[in-house]
């Protein structure tokens, strides 16, 4: 299967700095698609974490029909866990899957851009960082592009595949061929601070955390209101959660820098709850408890 994906993409290795959250489940979608996958990040520790939960949610899939027993053990032995950055000089495409702050993206960026080969390809999973200044730190502008997955990324479908100022039209055609090749649908945005996802959903989740913080309802009001109401399958502050309140934080702070504009100054309360350690789901208690 993977020479077929090769063929299809020109991209058989693929590489991925980050193994938590977002980096495992990437992970998880090349090697379930036939794609080799080096998965590098700075301790054993978290490379062990990022295979257990890889494992899991494969034998999930499994349970529900969406995959045979037979291929989990295959895509598992695709994945190959590392410490050393340089192991990713094989990658055909290189993604970051690191936290969302710019200085942090721009060393990886730097670093891989001397590690991989000429014809490889850079993409971030970014969020709400600009993909131009991150092309900049790089001396392969027109092969850096954004891969903005979501979570959970082997369940959604969307990939905001982001075009920066620099990137050719060659890097674009085979990031859009490669999403889909992964089983998900690559939508085409322009590079702007938060792209259209988080342009659109940090605001609201912001102005929800504003209405818990002035009393106007409870966060189980607030959900209820939009799932009821409004459609939505979970509720504004129930998905903050679910993302990490520091990371909602953290976009936050990129549209606000990026727009100059006020209105998406972080709620306060989302502030003092991250200062608190209180980040969701990944850390037991945020807006609910989820503390076993």
Not at 106 to 135: G, H, K, P, V
Not at 136 to 159: D, K, S
Not at 160 to 165: D, F, L, M
Request: net charge negative; with cysteine; charged share 25%.
């Amino acid at each position: 299967m993977a020479d077929a994906v090769a063929a299809n993409t020109n991209i058989g290795t693929i590489g991925v700095v980050g193994a938590g959250t977002m980096g495992s489940g990437i992970a998880h979608v090349f090697a379930r698609a036939g794609f080799r996958v080096l998965l590098c990040d700075v301790e054993q520790r978290i490379l062990d974490r990022a295979i257990s939960a890889i494992r899991a949610n494969l034998g999930r899939e499994a349970a529900k029909g969406k995959l045979a027993e037979g291929e989990i053990e295959p895509a598992l032995a695709r994945i190959l866990p590392t410490i050393d950055r340089d192991a990713l000089g094989d990658a055909d495409l290189a993604i970051e899957a690191a936290s969302e702050r710019f200085e942090v993206k721009a060393e990886i960026f730097r670093a891989l851009d001397r590690i991989l080969t000429q014809d490889a390809i850079l993409a971030s999973n970014t969020s709400s960082i600009s993909i131009r200044r991150l092309a900049a730190e790089t001396r392969r502008p027109g092969q850096v592009i954004g891969m903005h997955f979501f979570n959970p990324v082997p369940v959604m479908a969307l990939v905001e595949v982001v075009r920066g100022q620099a990137t050719s039209d060659a890097t674009f055609a085979r990031v859009e061929a490669l999403a889909v090749r992964v089983g998900k649908t690559p939508v085409a945005v322009n590079d702007a601070p938060g792209f259209v996802s988080n342009r659109v959903l940090m605001p609201l989740i912001n102005e929800a955390a504003f209405a818990v913080m002035e009393g106007v309802a409870t966060p189980e009001a607030v959900d209820q209101i939009f799932k009821l109401g409004m459609a939505h399958p979970m509720g504004p502050l129930t998905l903050a959660d679910l993302i990490g309140l520091d990371v909602c934080v953290d976009i936050l702070k990129v549209l606000e820098d990026g727009f100059g504009d006020a209105k998406y100054r972080a709620c306060p309360l989302l502030v003092e709850m991250v200062e608190a350690g209180k980040l969701g789901r990944k850390s037991g208690l945020g807006f609910y408890s989820y503390e076993k």
